[in-house]
Protein backbone atom coordinates (compact mmCIF):
# COMPACT_ATOMS: atom_id res chain seq x y z
CA UNK A 1 0.00 0.00 0.00
CA UNK A 2 1.25 3.57 -1.01
CA UNK A 3 1.35 5.98 1.83
CA UNK A 4 -1.27 8.04 0.61
CA UNK A 5 -3.47 5.36 0.35
CA UNK A 6 -2.51 4.25 3.54
CA UNK A 7 -3.34 7.43 4.91
CA UNK A 8 -6.87 7.75 3.03
CA UNK A 9 -7.90 3.99 4.30
CA UNK A 10 -7.37 4.86 7.73
CA UNK A 11 -8.76 8.40 7.82
CA UNK A 12 -11.89 6.93 6.06
CA UNK A 13 -12.18 4.20 8.42
CA UNK A 14 -11.73 6.31 11.79
CA UNK A 15 -14.38 8.95 9.87
CA UNK A 16 -17.39 5.76 9.39
CA UNK A 17 -16.45 4.69 12.77
CA UNK A 18 -16.85 8.77 14.36
CA UNK A 19 -19.92 9.32 12.29
CA UNK A 20 -22.08 6.38 12.99
CA UNK A 21 -20.98 7.56 16.90
CA UNK A 22 -22.77 10.79 16.28
CA UNK A 23 -25.94 11.45 18.70
CA UNK A 24 -24.96 8.22 20.80
CA UNK A 25 -24.67 10.27 23.90
CA UNK A 26 -21.13 11.00 24.08
CA UNK A 27 -19.66 11.92 27.35
CA UNK A 28 -16.85 14.47 27.52
CA UNK A 29 -14.02 14.20 29.77
CA UNK A 30 -12.30 17.24 30.60
CA UNK A 31 -8.54 17.32 29.65
CA UNK A 32 -6.15 19.98 30.65
CA UNK A 33 -8.95 22.55 31.40
CA UNK A 34 -12.49 22.82 31.39
CA UNK A 35 -12.78 23.94 27.77
CA UNK A 36 -10.17 21.55 26.67
CA UNK A 37 -12.65 17.90 26.35
CA UNK A 38 -11.77 14.89 24.54
CA UNK A 39 -14.32 11.53 24.70
CA UNK A 40 -13.60 7.91 24.26
CA UNK A 41 -14.03 8.31 20.39
CA UNK A 42 -10.91 10.57 20.36
CA UNK A 43 -9.30 7.66 21.46
CA UNK A 44 -10.55 4.68 19.69
CA UNK A 45 -10.18 6.95 16.68
CA UNK A 46 -6.24 7.63 17.16
CA UNK A 47 -5.82 3.64 18.27
CA UNK A 48 -7.68 3.08 14.92
CA UNK A 49 -5.51 4.66 13.18
CA UNK A 50 -2.08 3.71 14.68
CA UNK A 51 -3.20 0.37 14.18
CA UNK A 52 -3.79 0.77 11.14
CA UNK A 53 -0.54 3.03 9.99
CA UNK A 54 2.26 0.92 11.81
CA UNK A 55 0.59 -2.18 10.29
CA UNK A 56 1.49 -1.11 7.07
CA UNK A 57 4.71 0.50 8.03
CA UNK A 58 6.39 -1.32 10.61
CA UNK A 59 9.25 0.77 10.89
CA UNK A 60 7.59 4.24 10.97
CA UNK A 61 6.71 6.61 13.85
CA UNK A 62 3.20 8.22 15.28
CA UNK A 63 2.96 11.10 17.00
CA UNK A 64 -0.93 11.09 17.96
CA UNK A 65 -2.82 13.76 19.92
CA UNK A 66 -4.18 11.74 22.22
CA UNK A 67 -1.14 9.30 23.09
CA UNK A 68 1.19 12.27 23.51
CA UNK A 69 -0.99 14.05 25.66
CA UNK A 70 -0.40 11.75 28.07
CA UNK A 71 3.31 11.30 27.08
CA UNK A 72 6.07 11.86 29.37
CA UNK A 73 8.24 13.33 26.63
CA UNK A 74 7.43 17.19 25.64
CA UNK A 75 6.00 18.12 22.36
CA UNK A 76 8.73 20.67 21.78
CA UNK A 77 11.33 17.55 22.20
CA UNK A 78 9.44 15.50 19.94
CA UNK A 79 8.99 18.25 17.03
CA UNK A 80 13.14 18.64 17.82
CA UNK A 81 13.63 15.06 17.05
CA UNK A 82 11.15 15.01 13.90
CA UNK A 83 13.98 16.13 12.27
CA UNK A 84 16.05 12.90 12.47
CA UNK A 85 13.12 10.58 11.75
CA UNK A 86 12.74 9.42 8.56
CA UNK A 87 8.92 8.38 8.76
CA UNK A 88 6.86 10.09 11.11
CA UNK A 89 2.67 10.23 11.10
CA UNK A 90 1.15 13.30 12.68
CA UNK A 91 -2.14 12.59 13.38
CA UNK A 92 -5.12 14.24 14.95
CA UNK A 93 -8.20 11.47 15.56
CA UNK A 94 -11.14 14.37 15.57
CA UNK A 95 -9.98 17.66 14.48
CA UNK A 96 -13.24 20.07 15.87
CA UNK A 97 -13.95 17.32 18.93
CA UNK A 98 -16.60 20.53 20.32
CA UNK A 99 -18.80 19.99 17.17
CA UNK A 100 -18.61 16.40 17.68
CA UNK A 101 -19.88 16.55 20.95
CA UNK A 102 -22.27 19.13 20.33
CA UNK A 103 -23.39 17.23 17.14
CA UNK A 104 -22.46 20.02 14.90
CA UNK A 105 -21.01 18.93 11.50
CA UNK A 106 -17.23 20.52 10.96
CA UNK A 107 -14.86 17.79 12.72
CA UNK A 108 -12.11 16.11 10.33
CA UNK A 109 -9.52 13.23 10.47
CA UNK A 110 -6.09 14.87 9.62
CA UNK A 111 -3.27 12.66 8.72
CA UNK A 112 0.08 14.06 7.78
CA UNK A 113 3.55 12.30 7.21
CA UNK A 114 6.84 14.17 7.79
CA UNK A 115 9.94 12.95 6.53
CA UNK A 116 12.93 14.07 8.46
CA UNK A 117 10.81 16.94 9.44
CA UNK A 118 9.22 18.15 6.55
CA UNK A 119 5.62 17.08 5.51
CA UNK A 120 5.68 15.22 2.53
CA UNK A 121 1.79 14.19 2.65
CA UNK A 122 -1.07 15.19 3.90
CA UNK A 123 -5.18 13.75 4.23
CA UNK A 124 -7.96 15.59 5.81
CA UNK A 125 -11.11 13.71 6.20
CA UNK A 126 -14.55 15.45 6.46
CA UNK A 127 -16.91 12.36 7.10
CA UNK A 128 -20.44 14.95 7.21
CA UNK A 129 -19.57 15.82 3.35
CA UNK A 130 -17.81 13.05 2.84
CA UNK A 131 -14.92 14.93 1.24
CA UNK A 132 -11.48 13.81 1.23
CA UNK A 133 -8.46 16.10 0.94
CA UNK A 134 -5.58 14.79 0.36
CA UNK A 135 -2.17 16.15 -1.26
CA UNK A 136 1.50 15.00 -1.77
CA UNK A 137 4.37 17.21 -1.92
CA UNK A 138 5.28 18.09 -5.64
CA UNK A 139 1.92 16.62 -6.74
CA UNK A 140 -0.99 19.81 -6.33
CA UNK A 141 -3.92 19.27 -4.01
CA UNK A 142 -6.95 17.20 -4.69
CA UNK A 143 -10.90 16.79 -3.01
CA UNK A 144 -12.09 13.72 -3.67
CA UNK A 145 -11.17 13.01 -7.36
CA UNK A 146 -10.63 16.66 -8.01
CA UNK A 147 -7.84 18.61 -8.10
CA UNK A 148 -8.17 21.86 -5.83
CA UNK A 149 -6.70 25.60 -5.94
CA UNK A 150 -6.63 27.98 -3.90
CA UNK A 151 -9.28 31.63 -4.41
CA UNK A 152 -8.37 33.58 -6.70
CA UNK A 153 -9.64 37.08 -4.65
CA UNK A 154 -7.10 39.77 -5.16
CA UNK A 155 -8.72 41.41 -2.60
CA UNK A 156 -9.88 41.03 0.97
CA UNK A 157 -13.17 42.70 0.88
CA UNK A 158 -13.62 39.29 -1.60
CA UNK A 159 -12.51 36.73 0.51
CA UNK A 160 -14.08 34.80 3.46
CA UNK A 161 -11.50 34.22 6.34
CA UNK A 162 -11.53 31.84 9.50
CA UNK A 163 -10.49 31.84 12.59
CA UNK A 164 -10.94 29.97 15.77
CA UNK A 165 -10.49 29.53 19.70
CA UNK A 166 -8.41 27.08 21.16
CA UNK A 167 -9.32 26.12 25.06
CA UNK A 168 -6.43 27.97 26.34
CA UNK A 169 -7.48 31.28 28.07
CA UNK A 170 -4.39 33.50 26.56
CA UNK A 171 -4.71 32.54 22.87
CA UNK A 172 -8.05 32.66 23.34
CA UNK A 173 -7.79 36.54 24.31
CA UNK A 174 -4.95 37.05 21.77
CA UNK A 175 -7.74 35.50 19.00
CA UNK A 176 -10.95 37.87 19.90
CA UNK A 177 -8.88 40.62 19.90
CA UNK A 178 -7.05 40.49 16.08
CA UNK A 179 -11.27 39.45 14.99
CA UNK A 180 -11.98 43.49 14.83
CA UNK A 181 -9.19 44.41 12.65
CA UNK A 182 -9.58 41.56 10.09
CA UNK A 183 -13.18 42.19 10.24
CA UNK A 184 -12.76 45.57 8.93
CA UNK A 185 -11.15 44.06 6.09
CA UNK A 186 -12.63 41.04 4.71
CA UNK A 187 -16.08 39.71 3.75
CA UNK A 188 -16.87 38.14 6.65
CA UNK A 189 -15.29 36.10 9.05
CA UNK A 190 -16.19 32.31 9.84
CA UNK A 191 -15.16 29.79 13.00
CA UNK A 192 -16.08 26.23 11.96
CA UNK A 193 -14.47 24.53 15.08
CA UNK A 194 -11.62 22.73 12.89
CA UNK A 195 -8.69 24.42 12.16
CA UNK A 196 -8.14 21.11 9.57
CA UNK A 197 -11.22 22.04 8.11
CA UNK A 198 -10.33 25.42 7.64
CA UNK A 199 -7.06 25.03 5.64
CA UNK A 200 -8.83 22.52 3.64
CA UNK A 201 -10.85 25.10 2.70
CA UNK A 202 -7.98 27.88 2.09
CA UNK A 203 -6.77 25.24 -0.28
CA UNK A 204 -10.16 24.61 -2.17
CA UNK A 205 -10.74 28.55 -2.64
CA UNK A 206 -13.93 28.32 -0.42
CA UNK A 207 -11.62 30.47 2.51
CA UNK A 208 -9.71 33.47 1.13
CA UNK A 209 -7.26 32.69 4.28
CA UNK A 210 -6.97 31.55 7.77
CA UNK A 211 -5.66 32.67 11.36
CA UNK A 212 -5.70 31.36 14.53
CA UNK A 213 -3.40 31.42 17.64
CA UNK A 214 -2.44 28.56 19.88
CA UNK A 215 -2.71 25.02 17.37
CA UNK A 216 -0.84 22.09 17.49
CA UNK A 217 0.73 20.50 15.05
CA UNK A 218 -1.75 17.83 14.69
CA UNK A 219 -4.23 19.87 14.03
CA UNK A 220 -2.56 21.66 11.38
CA UNK A 221 0.49 19.57 9.62
CA UNK A 222 -1.79 17.83 7.03
CA UNK A 223 -3.74 21.04 5.82
CA UNK A 224 -0.49 23.34 5.56
CA UNK A 225 0.53 21.05 3.22
CA UNK A 226 -3.11 20.77 1.23
CA UNK A 227 -2.67 24.88 1.30
CA UNK A 228 0.71 25.17 0.03
CA UNK A 229 0.43 22.39 -2.92
CA UNK A 230 -2.82 24.31 -3.96
CA UNK A 231 -1.03 27.63 -4.53
CA UNK A 232 -1.45 29.53 -1.00
CA UNK A 233 1.15 30.73 1.36
CA UNK A 234 1.66 29.56 4.75
CA UNK A 235 3.29 31.29 7.54
CA UNK A 236 3.29 32.31 11.53
CA UNK A 237 1.81 35.14 12.45
CA UNK A 238 5.18 37.36 12.25
CA UNK A 239 5.23 36.15 8.45
CA UNK A 240 8.22 33.49 8.90
CA UNK A 241 7.82 30.13 6.82
CA UNK A 242 6.10 27.53 8.41
CA UNK A 243 7.65 25.24 10.78
CA UNK A 244 6.04 22.10 12.74
CA UNK A 245 6.70 23.82 16.04
CA UNK A 246 4.29 26.90 14.97
CA UNK A 247 1.33 27.55 16.79
CA UNK A 248 0.05 30.83 15.54
CA UNK A 249 -0.09 30.90 11.82
CA UNK A 250 -1.53 32.34 8.66
CA UNK A 251 -2.95 30.39 5.74
CA UNK A 252 -4.23 32.70 2.52
CA UNK A 253 -4.31 32.41 -1.30
CA UNK A 254 -1.03 34.54 -1.12
CA UNK A 255 -2.48 37.80 -2.50
CA UNK A 256 -4.24 38.40 1.26
CA UNK A 257 -1.61 37.33 2.86
CA UNK A 258 -0.23 40.89 3.81
CA UNK A 259 -3.39 42.24 4.55
CA UNK A 260 -4.12 38.90 7.83
CA UNK A 261 -0.34 39.85 8.82
CA UNK A 262 -0.87 43.94 9.26
CA UNK A 263 -3.92 43.69 11.02
CA UNK A 264 -2.14 41.41 13.96
P1 LIG B 1 -9.30 19.80 18.60
O1 LIG B 1 -10.72 19.72 18.27
O2 LIG B 1 -8.48 18.66 18.11
O3 LIG B 1 -9.07 20.12 20.05
C1 LIG B 1 -10.90 24.95 17.19
O4 LIG B 1 -10.84 26.28 16.88
C2 LIG B 1 -9.60 24.34 16.73
O5 LIG B 1 -8.60 24.56 17.72
C3 LIG B 1 -9.66 22.85 16.52
O6 LIG B 1 -8.81 22.54 15.47
C4 LIG B 1 -9.19 22.31 17.87
O7 LIG B 1 -8.65 21.03 17.79
C5 LIG B 1 -8.10 23.30 18.17
N1 LIG B 1 -7.79 23.39 19.59
C6 LIG B 1 -8.64 23.57 20.60
N2 LIG B 1 -7.99 23.63 21.79
C7 LIG B 1 -6.68 23.46 21.51
C8 LIG B 1 -5.50 23.45 22.32
N3 LIG B 1 -5.52 23.61 23.62
N4 LIG B 1 -4.32 23.28 21.68
C9 LIG B 1 -4.28 23.14 20.35
N5 LIG B 1 -5.35 23.14 19.53
C10 LIG B 1 -6.54 23.30 20.10
CA1 LIG C 1 -8.33 16.45 18.41
Not at 44 to 54: C, G, N, V, W, Y
Not at 83 to 104: E, K, R, S, Y
Not at 256 to 262: A, E, Y
Amino acid sequence: MSYLETACNAARLAGEMILSQVSTGIIAEKKSSNFDVVTEIDKRSEQMIRDFILEAHPEHFLLGEEESFAAEKPLSQVLQDAQDVPFLWIVDPIDGTANFIHGIPGFTISIALACNGEIILGVVYDPCRDELFWAEKGKGSFCNDKKISISEAEKAVDCMIATGFVSTSAFREVNIASMDSIGKEFRSIRVLGSAALHLAYVACGRLGAFWQYGLSVWDIAAGVLLVKEAGGTVTNTKGNVYSLSDQNIIASNSKVHSTVLNCL
